[in-house]
């Protein structure tokens, strides 16, 4: 598998997507009557649960608990022990490194867009739970994230969206690149697992795209800002990081687009409010 | 823009496994078509015609074809002639072709690149109404023939309804292709036109020559014998289970060169290669599969048979000839026995195609042939062909489709002929082709990277790089040389030290990474050599002309200035990209006689007189480290410039300006080696000797010894002084042969990525340095431009890019440059070959020679004027001779009466070439002295009619041979580059 083109001579990908489509998103929010606010977030086999609680008083406070004049913002990501497609089971949810990685990550993803001012003396809980795994794991968790954080009625900035782009690492790619016709950027968006294990190395972007409209043409200003970068796989060549992330933000605003949809749709379908 | 229907397959793999996949259809694939109204085509994707011509009397309405797997599989070679056009090619025959066979996957993809051939691929397997999914209980291949008539059916339909809309403009068919009965008759079934490859093929217009390309899968005999000859193949997973149990052993076949009834594999594990006896125990194994073999008990392991058999059987008989010979080796005893096995079984078959000749049928008008092939570990194969009349008398390409266990030899098709026999240009194809020499012409997209003519030197070149157009340059080559890719010059400093450059051409200026260029460089990896011919890597206008540093023309080069004192120690090295003008370029000899003239006084004469006093320590200082100096028969023809036939062979000389050069590119080619190696530890293109095995030194050992002389091998230096030493009184051509020997005891140097090694491993045997690479002749080799890359990168002159920092790509990249250069090596030998046999066709000459070793049945000459060798026969099968050699395997000597043949003995032998067979010249090799009577043949006279009686015995110890002048060197075009 390894070695192998990301996008055939026809322009698709292995799942039938060309280089510059999302997966299908499907979203669900309010799913919890327990939690404040909480989603179930879909992207292709990719499957996530988020609940938020909070604002509320810090627990735990033996030591004063949060004193300080902003909220906190405690995340948990964790992955079921069932989560892979590969049949192998994970030993532990949550604690090793990698997760707590990933919650650390989270973390800055929310208070990206939170305004934690606005809660002294308070915590937020973000939990996350990766259902199904198949790639993009952490995008569609802050995605999730975020859809929880509004269900729950928490003021944010902007939607903080995750999206990632990959390009294989092996392979004469350059010239598939310059045949792309569809937008810009080079690499494949939102690689599901098998994509990700050829080898090929994946920037992951978290951003605020900003609405669209809002001059988000340019990234010097608020919208289009990325808040978290990471890369994963083999290394890439400083030539190639541009654009990659070009290819990861239009990916971001593209979701924001489907998110907005979703949140608007469930708010004139169940907020009695809008009724 | 995305149809959101969400599919899942699942599938098993080893332990029952549910596997989930996304599966996409889209509504956004097209048809392909021109005629077609109703799909939003981008003009790049109308690749089928409006109205496609119909060259088939079965189908006589213009229609595209649908072609199934095994028609792919098995046709390629049919497909790739021009004949059959408007193809539509589903993603579900693309899919399992490469799984199949990587092979005929890249030959399809090339053929749907050619627009030409207007070959469309069709996405069937994400369109919204092609996708099928597999039933229960329907197996893969069920589902994917379903498949494909599913698509070919949608193909109709559409094509009919695009028409409607056209208003009756013309009927197109849609017919689809398959050699699988049951899929075709499924396909009639429902109403989709379908045929068999062969009925298609036979219809159309001019089908004879494409009928013979057709695949053979199944032989019927004409004769009696039904029962089948070899032993049946175990099942693919048998042979898994076997080996997974270790009563199997897995290996590469390699069919024995000398005799056509052994073999051996070579299986991991083993320290040994495991011996193949017979045809039976071969079973059909064909050089180069990966096989599986079972080992034989051990009383019944044998010994190779030092036989050299050939399989010259006129009659294609289907009996196994009996293999007495093989049988009566009987097995001393206290010899030890190699490891035998017998194959049972193919685990990949690694047929290709192969050139050779045809060899007619006896009877007349039948259309059944063998093709005997040019290499001989392939065996003869079965061909069906109607021009075997125009074929016979030439060099055709066939390739092998199956092996039946009824028939003794494999069955195959003709592919294509190259041209007559004996034509220089057709032998050189057939070179180029046998040693896998890529040789097209420079595709126009390669070309559209060369600059533009005239090309000129701007102000910003100048301000990049160091103006030494001031410095008296000069370059030193063979005569004729138009690649001239390094130049020399040596300059007195003020502090009495001496500045020595070497300027090498700076082909990466042109060649930038990535673009079609290069790839093509680095796909054909080196410039080959032949004798009447070059291959270029590199476009001519850059080989011959702006890489090429021409006499008294500016040029960019890739500068390494030392600066060295009187003992030639560097004190200090620079490298920077440079602007030079060459004041001269000069030969090997010219630049001798301006050394040697002493009235010559000017700055060029005295810059080559610093050189050559400084390379002269440099070499002292280097075999005081051990270098080898290696010995191979080298030789020179002078061509005909009209015939290009060769005219005279000699022996090519070497004076001190080569080895001056060579001192020098060598010196050049360490210092870069430790320079980029510092800066890239990791991906640094290197080359490198190992240290061969001591086992490799045994027949070295073993013929010094006959000869009293210790060859001690402990290490290189301990090498080089034996071999220094080893020099006999009557015959100076021995520490030649002895240095020729050792030549074969090497490993091959090879090029690496230094991050895939250990530094220790860095070492280069045969010039015993710890590290080294090419720079010096980039026009030539790939390798060089990436060690000119890396260095451009260490001095801050360019910049890099993801793949030259790739340590993986790298390893893949020195692999292939490997690859091509061994075969350019062989090719090089290969055409020296072949003009010693066109120099040979009106001639028969005496010449002398030397044993170079001793068979079983024969003895391995070496005659040093034409640095050829041969075998001379003493016994032949089936033939009683009245000489009967006694072969002493201890001694390595063949006796008869009291005349004794030791390796190294001198003989005089009769050249020859055998034209009885015109389709396979062969040199014959036939004794002289020492007369053996009834063996050996009169000086000067008619080989065929051997008057015993006026044959005065003589003895060997009487004849005196004159030493001949053939100096050592190294192989290859220049003596400088080759280590």
Redesign the interface.
């Known amino acids: 598998m390894s070695g192998q083109d990301l996008v055939s001579d026809q322009g698709l990908r292995v799942d039938g997507r060309r280089a510059n489509e999302l997966r299908q998103i499907r979203v669900r929010m309010g799913v919890f009557g327990q939690s404040d606010g909480s989603a179930y977030l879909e992207q292709g086999n990719t499957k996530v649960l988020a609940a938020v609680y909070g604002p509320h008083q810090p627990r735990g406070g033996g030591r004063g608990g949060n004193r300080s004049g902003t909220g906190i913002i405690n995340c948990q990501y964790s992955m079921a022990v069932f989560s892979f497609s590969a049949g192998e089971r994970k030993k532990r949810p949550r604690g090793d490194r990698k997760t707590q990685e990933t919650s650390l990550q989270l973390r800055r993803a929310i208070e990206a867009i939170v305004q934690v001012e606005l809660y002294p003396r308070s915590q937020i809980d973000v939990f996350v739970e990766v259902l199904q795994s198949d790639g993009s794991d952490y995008c569609a968790a802050v995605n999730a994230a975020t859809l929880a954080l509004i269900d729950a009625g928490i003021p944010i900035k902007d939607y903080s969206v995750g999206c990632t782009a990959t390009i294989a690492s092996m392979g004469a790619s350059e010239e598939v690149d310059s045949k792309d016709e569809t937008g810009s950027g080079t690499g494949i968006v939102d690689a599901n697992h098998m994509e990700e294990c050829t080898g090929a190395t994946t920037l992951t972007v978290v951003a605020l795209p900003g609405a669209p409209g809002s001059n988000y043409e340019s990234d010097t200003d608020n919208s289009g800002l990325v808040v978290v970068a990471q890369g994963t796989g083999a290394r890439l060549h400083l030539s190639r990081l541009e654009g990659l992330r070009q290819r990861a933000l239009q990916g971001c605003r593209d979701t924001r687009v489907i998110l907005d949809q979703a949140v608007r749709f469930h708010l004139t379908t169940h907020d009695p409010h809008f009724i | 823009?995305?149809t959101?229907k969400?599919f899942f397959r699942k599938t098993k793999r080893g332990n029952i496994?549910?596997?989930?996949?996304?599966?996409?259809?889209?509504d956004d694939i097209w048809c392909g078509s021109n005629l077609c109204s109703i799909c939003k085509h981008k003009s790049k994707d109308l690749v089928l015609d409006e109205d496609p011509e119909s060259r088939s009397s079965l189908y006589p309405q213009g229609h595209y074809l649908v072609l199934d797997t095994n028609v792919v599989l098995d046709q390629i070679d049919v497909l790739e002639e021009d004949a059959l056009c408007n193809v539509i090619i589903l993603?579900t025959v693309l899919e399992e072709v490469r799984h199949r066979s990587s092979n005929v996957y890249k030959k399809l993809?090339d053929i749907?690149g050619d627009p030409k051939r207007k070959f469309y691929?069709f996405?069937n397997?994400?369109h919204k109404d092609t996708y099928i999914e597999r039933e229960p209980r329907e197996n893969v291949n069920d589902r994917n023939d379903r498949a494909i008539r599913v698509a070919a059916a949608w193909y109709q339909n559409h094509v009919n309804a695009s028409k409607g809309a056209r208003k009756e403009k013309q009927k197109v068919d849609v017919v689809l292709l398959t050699d699988d009965a049951a899929n075709r008759d499924k396909a009639i079934g429902e109403g989709i036109n379908a045929a068999s490859m062969q009925d298609y093929v036979a219809s159309l217009i001019d089908a004879g020559f494409l009928q013979d390309k057709l695949c053979k899968r199944n032989y019927v005999l004409e004769g009696e014998s039904k029962t089948p000859l070899f032993p049946p193949h175990l099942t693919p997973a048998q042979i898994h289970d076997g080996i997974k149990s270790r009563k199997l052993l897995q290996g590469t076949f390699l069919a024995s060169r000398e005799n056509f009834l052994e073999g051996s594999v070579n299986v991991e594990g083993y320290e040994k290669f495991i011996l193949l006896q017979g045809k039976l125990a071969l079973n059909r194994a064909v050089d180069g599969d990966i096989v599986a073999i079972e080992l034989l008990p051990e009383d019944q392991w044998s010994v190779p048979s030092d036989l050299v058999i050939q399989d010259e059987e006129e009659d294609p008989s289907d009996l196994l000839e009996d293999e007495t010979e093989l049988k009566a080796i009987k097995v001393p005893k206290n010899i030890q026995r190699t490891p035998t096995g017998v194959v049972v079984g193919i685990i990949r078959r690694k047929w290709r195609q192969y050139c050779g000749i045809l060899q007619p049928s006896l009877v007349k008008g039948n259309v059944r042939h063998m093709f005997v092939p040019a290499e001989r570990k392939i065996p003869r194969v079965r061909i069906e062909t109607r021009q075997s009349e125009n074929l016979s008398k030439q060099r055709i390409i066939v390739a092998i489709d199956s092996w039946p266990r009824n028939s003794r030899y494999p069955l195959g098709h003709f592919v294509r002929a190259l041209g007559n026999i004996g034509d220089k240009e057709t032998e050189n194809e057939v070179l180029l082709l046998e040693h896998d020499i890529p040789h097209n012409r420079f595709s126009d997209a390669v070309l559209s990277f060369l600059p533009k003519l005239p090309w000129l030197i701007t102000e910003a070149d100048v301000t990049q790089r160091v103006d030494l157009r001031h410095i008296d340059v000069c370059s030193v080559d063979p005569p004729g040389c138009t690649d001239i890719d390094d130049a020399l010059h040596c300059r007195e400093l003020e502090n009495g030290n001496l500045e020595v450059g070497v300027h090498i051409a700076d082909v990466s200026h042109f060649i930038r990474p990535?673009t079609a260029l290069d790839?093509e460089a680095a796909s054909r990896g080196t410039t080959v050599y032949l004798v009447d011919k070059r291959i270029d890597m590199v476009p001519e206008l850059l080989s011959s002309n702006l890489c090429s540093l021409r006499g008294n023309e500016e040029r960019f080069a890739f500068s390494c200035v030392w600066e060295m004192d009187e003992k030639a120690n560097i004190i200090d090295t620079k490298f920077h990209k440079s602007i030079i003008r060459s004041r001269q370029a000069m030969t090997y000899e010219e630049a001798q006689l301006k050394i040697d003239d002493e009235t010559q006084q000017d700055s060029i004469a005295k810059s080559l007189r610093g050189l050559n006093s400084l390379a002269k320590k440099l070499k002292a200082k280097r075999f005081e480290n051990g270098a080898l100096v290696l010995a191979s028969p080298e030789i020179r023809f002078e061509v005909d410039s009209e015939t290009h036939d060769p005219i005279d062979v000699q022996a090519k000389k070497l004076r001190e300006t080569n080895s001056m050069v060579e001192e020098f590119m060598l010196l050049a080619n360490t210092s870069v080696a430790k320079k980029i190696v510092q800066d890239f530890p990791e991906c640094s293109m290197l080359r490198r000797h190992p240290e061969p095995p001591q086992a490799n030194f045994d027949p070295l050992v073993k013929a010094g010894r006959n000869r009293g002389f210790v060859i001690n091998t402990a290490s290189g230096k301990e090498l080089a002084t034996s071999l220094n030493e080893a020099h006999t009184e009557d015959n100076p051509y021995f520490n030649t042969m002895l240095r020729i020997l050792a030549t074969r005891c090497m490993m091959q140097a090879v090029y690496f990525t230094s991050g895939m090694l250990q530094p220790e491993e860095y070492f280069h045997y045969g010039l015993a340095c710890p590290i080294y690479t090419h720079f010096t002749s980039p026009i030539r080799r790939y390798a060089d431009i990436m060690v000119h890359r890396l260095l451009a990168v260490c001095i801050g002159a360019d910049a890099?890019?993801?793949n030259l920092?790739?340590k993986?790509?790298n390893h893949e990249l020195c692999y292939n440059l490997n690859y091509r250069n061994r075969m350019a090596q062989y090719a090089g030998r290969a055409s020296v070959a072949l003009n010693t046999h066109l120099f040979f066709r009106e001639k028969v000459q005496n010449e002398e020679g030397y044993v170079l070793f001793v068979r079983k049945n024969a003895l391995q000459i070496l005659i040093p004027k034409y640095g050829l060798e041969g075998t001379l026969y003493l016994s032949k099968k089936g033939e009683v001779s009245p000489v009967n050699f006694i072969y002493d395997e201890e001694d390595q000597s063949q006796k008869f009466e009291h005349i004794v043949f030791h390796s190294f003995d001198p003989v005089v032998v009769q050249l020859s070439l055998d034209r009885s067979n015109v389709q396979h010249e062969k040199l014959v090799f036939k004794l002289v002295k020492p007369v053996i009577p009834g063996f050996s043949i009169p000086t000067k006279s008619d080989p065929e009619m051997v008057p015993k009686s006026n044959i005065v015995p003589k003895r060997k110890t009487e004849e005196k041979p004159t030493g001949s002048e053939i100096s050592g060197g190294k192989r290859g075009r220049r003596k400088k580059q080759k280590k």
């Open positions: 823009m995305l959101t969400t496994l549910k596997i989930v996949r996304e599966h996409y259809l889209r993603q993809r749907i691929v996405v397997e994400h990535g790839k890099t890019y993801p920092l790739d993986k790509k």
